[in-house]
């Protein structure tokens, strides 16, 4: 299948599919690959593994502030250069990192290679800022390639465009660039394109398998779709974003901005949306002040319920361990994940409820609300439903849901009974995102 062909099929998992049910027009849409369309099988992976980690680690996990930390805290180039003599994390395990994804029910891992401040966690020919020049003098992205291939966790790429190290990129004041250029640099857009290049092809070469790459900050908005070109013939199967020179195969919301995950709109096109654990920091910062696991819950229901995949960030510390107030995040979300899986697998987005406080999807007879804008009171209507279910549970411990049709205040004077949760634990599902589960005999 030509690759053209295959992003026009991967486009219609978001696309408005209108179908006739008993009560009337339902909008849905294909959210989770259905088979029912014929995708490249090695390309399937980004519609079903849809929950994954996000790991910022570098030099920045030493002063342990910001992964900008020499952007925002104005730490001059030298002296920040000086923290590759200490970067020598001796506690690194990629094995202990894929026990806790798999243990956060998570299914793949994008790990940032080189981030604005230029420093490579690979063995590159490129450039001396690496981390074969450090006291570790071992290829930390050759142990997590090795690792993530024996356990056949796909693995993406993260690579920042703006580079604060190297002297050819032309920093100009630009958001997310140093003020101008340091004593010695030698600004040239083009030379430093031919050192981007030569590092995403030794990425993409020297690693095995990469399923994703992951572009950021392309500060001067520069076009060149030969570069993501260069990437799928040395990656055939991979899946590109769109912050790179062309708008990439799948679009890039970050930490809820935006209306995207709040309006109940399905995607136009495949989406990864992007979240920490903690609010100030992407990469490791000692006194991180985290969100809550509600908080998150509601955030990876918004966008898994709309059919958008989902990564949630980690920052290692500089000795190379996740940190235990974040991994006991991840592991806690990872529970409640793995208790409404379902209602996100071979699913379709459902309109059929006109109340923007929940998400619906829907396989065949199973419907499954999601409060993802919390659950604040112990009856929910689900008008126009007029049939009772002939099972419900709430999926987070497979508890029975009481359902009653009747008709409420509010439907006057529509006097048809519709069916209504009733006498929901409120309070004691108050700290984590409910999902209902309602199975029919029949469509609905």
């Not at 593994?49 to 030493?62: D, T």
């Not at 003020?179 to 031919?194: A, C, F, H, T």
């Not at 709109?265 to 809550?292: H, I, M, N």
Request: neutral net charge.
């Amino acid at each position: 299948m030509k690759r053209r062909e295959m992003l026009t099929k991967l486009a219609l998992l978001s696309t408005p599919l209108l179908s006739v049910t008993k009560t009337g027009w339902a909008l849905e849409t294909n959210i989770t690959g259905n088979r029912q369309l014929e995708f490249e099988a090695e390309k399937d992976w980004f519609l079903k593994k849809r929950f994954g980690i996000f790991v910022h680690w570098g030099l920045y996990a030493i002063p342990a502030w910001h992964e900008q930390y020499q952007w925002r805290a104005g730490v001059p180039r030298a002296e920040y250069s000086k923290l590759i003599h200490e970067f020598n994390p001796q506690k690194f395990s990629a094995d202990k990192w894929l026990d806790l994804l798999q243990e956060a029910g998570m299914e793949y891992l994008t790990f940032t290679t080189k981030h604005h401040d230029g420093f490579c966690m690979w063995d590159t020919a490129q450039t001396d800022f690496n981390i074969m020049r450090t006291p570790y003098k071992a290829d930390i992205l050759r142990k997590l390639a090795d690792a993530c291939h024996a356990r056949k966790i796909p693995l993406c790429l993260y690579y920042s465009i703006a580079d604060w190290h190297h002297r050819n990129y032309p920093n100009m004041g630009r958001h997310h660039e140093l003020l101008k250029p340091e004593i010695g640099d030698q600004p040239n857009w083009q030379k430093y394109m031919e050192f981007l290049k030569a590092q995403v092809k030794e990425l993409c070469s020297n690693y095995g398998e990469i399923h994703g790459f992951w572009w950021d900050m392309n500060v001067p908005e520069y076009k060149d779709p030969s570069v993501n070109a260069m990437i799928r013939k040395l990656q055939p199967n991979i899946m590109i974003n769109n912050r790179g020179f062309d708008e990439g195969d799948f679009g890039t919301p970050e930490r809820d901005y935006g209306p995207a995950q709040k309006d109940g709109k399905p995607f136009s096109r495949p989406t990864e949306a992007c979240q920490s654990v903690g609010s100030l920091s992407w990469g490791y910062k000692k006194d991180e002040e985290y969100f809550s696991d509600k908080y998150l819950m509601n955030s990876i229901d918004r966008y898994l319920s709309l059919g958008a995949n989902y990564l949630l960030n980690i920052g290692p510390d500089a000795e190379g361990q996740m940190p235990e107030k974040s991994s006991a995040i991840l592991r806690r979300i990872g529970k409640w994940y793995s208790s409404i899986k379902e209602s996100y697998t071979d699913v379709a987005l459902s309109s059929l409820i006109k109340d923007k406080s929940v998400s619906l999807t829907r396989r065949k007879n199973t419907l499954y609300i999601h409060f993802n804008s919390g659950l604040n009171k112990d009856g929910f209507s689900l008008k126009p439903i007029n049939k009772l279910p002939v099972n419900a549970i709430i999926l987070n411990n497979e508890k029975p849901v009481t359902c009653v049709l009747t008709n409420i205040p509010g439907d006057y004077p529509d006097k048809t009974p519709y069916l209504r949760l009733h006498d929901l634990p409120v309070n004691e599902l108050s700290d984590t995102m409910p999902v209902v589960k309602l199975e029919f005999d029949s469509a609905i």
